[in-house]
C-alpha cells in the first residue's frame, strides 16, 4: 500500500519563527520519490523539492531545507525565519514506481502571522 | 512562457448533468494529469494521459473519462453528476512522464454540483 500521512492538519506561528511539517509515508517500492508542494490561496500547486529513494542526503534552498530519513519513513520540510507569504497549504506526495501515480497526503495549514 | 491553463475556472451544475473541463498544457508538455481535490478526500490522482493515450488511471468511477488531443490540450468529463462530485480540479503538465519531469499545475477549475 502507498499512503502518505501528514499529521499537521493546521500550524500557526508568528513572523521570524521555525517551523517544521511533518511528512510519513508508507510504500512496499524499493524505488519512489518524495515531493513537496505549496498551495497558495490561488489554488495552483507550486513544486517545492523532489527526492529519490537512493538519495538521502538533506537538501537547503534559501530558507527551506528538507530532511530525508528512510529509517523512519519521513521526509520533513522546515521553513527558518518564516514569512507571512509562506502562509499557504503545503502537501507531502509519493510517487512508487510499481504504483506509477501520485499519492498526496492531506495537507498542512500554514499561517504565519505577522 | 504561458502556463498550465484550465477552463473554466468557475462552474455550477445540477445534479445529474455532465461537464467537460479543458486542460492546456504548457507548450512541449506531452504528459498531462487530472486530479480531484477536496475537503474530505483531500487530493487523489484521476488520470494520466501521454501522446494522446491513457496511461494511467486513479480509483474513480467510471463517470469520470478524459481525452487527449493530438495538440496534448486535454479534456475531462464527468457524466450524471453527484453532489460528491463538487471539488477543484487541478490538471498537471510535464514534458514527459512523471516523476522524473517535474509537474507544472494550473489553477484548477472549482466545480461546484447543487
Known amino acids: 500500500a502507498q499512503k502518505v500521512t501528514q499529521a499537521q492538519t493546521e500550524i500557526s506561528v508568528v513572523e521570524k519563527e521555525d517551523v517544521t511539517l511533518d511528512c510519513v509515508y508508507e510504500?512496499?517500492?524499493?524505488?519512489?520519490?518524495l515531493f513537496w508542494y505549496k498551495q497558495p490561496p490561488s489554488g495552483e500547486l507550486v513544486f517545492l523539492i523532489r527526492?529519490?529513494?537512493?538519495?538521502?542526503q538533506n537538501e537547503i534552498s534559501g530558507r527551506y531545507s528538507w530532511n530525508f530519513q528512510k529509517s523512519t519513513s519521513s521526509f520533513n520540510f522546515t521553513i527558518t525565519a518564516s514569512q507571512v507569504v509562506d502562509s499557504a497549504v503545503y502537501f507531502c506526495?509519493?510517487?512508487?514506481?510499481?504504483?506509477?501515480?501520485?499519492?498526496f497526503g492531506s495537507g498542512t495549514k500554514l499561517n504565519v502571522k505577522p | 512562457k504561458a502556463g498550465v491553463t484550465q477552463t473554466p475556472r468557475y462552474l455550477i451544475k445540477t445534479r445529474g448533468q455532465q461537464v467537460t473541463l479543458s486542460c492546456s498544457p504548457i507548450?512541449?508538455?506531452?504528459?498531462v494529469s487530472w486530479y480531484q481535490q477536496t475537503p474530505g478526500q483531500g487530493l487523489q490522482f484521476l488520470f494520466e494521459?501521454?501522446?494522446?493515450?491513457?496511461?494511467n488511471k486513479g480509483n474513480f468511477p467510471g463517470r469520470f473519462s478524459g481525452r487527449q488531443f493530438s495538440n496534448s490540450r486535454s479534456e475531462m468529463n464527468v457524466s450524471t453528476l453527484e453532489l460528491g462530485d463538487s471539488a477543484l480540479y487541478l490538471c498537471?503538465?510535464?514534458?514527459?512522464?512523471?516523476?522524473?519531469?517535474?509537474?507544472?499545475f494550473g489553477p484548477g477549475t472549482r466545480l461546484t454540483v447543487t
Open positions: 498537471a503538465s510535464s514534458l514527459a512522464a512523471p516523476p522524473t519531469y517535474e509537474q507544472y
Open positions: 510504500t512496499r517500492d524499493t524505488t519512489y520519490y
Open positions: 527526492r529519490n529513494s537512493f538519495d538521502e
Open positions: 506526495a509519493l510517487f512508487g514506481a510499481n504504483f506509477n501515480k501520485f499519492y
Open positions: 507548450s512541449g508538455h506531452r504528459s
Open positions: 494521459y501521454f501522446s494522446e493515450t491513457q496511461r
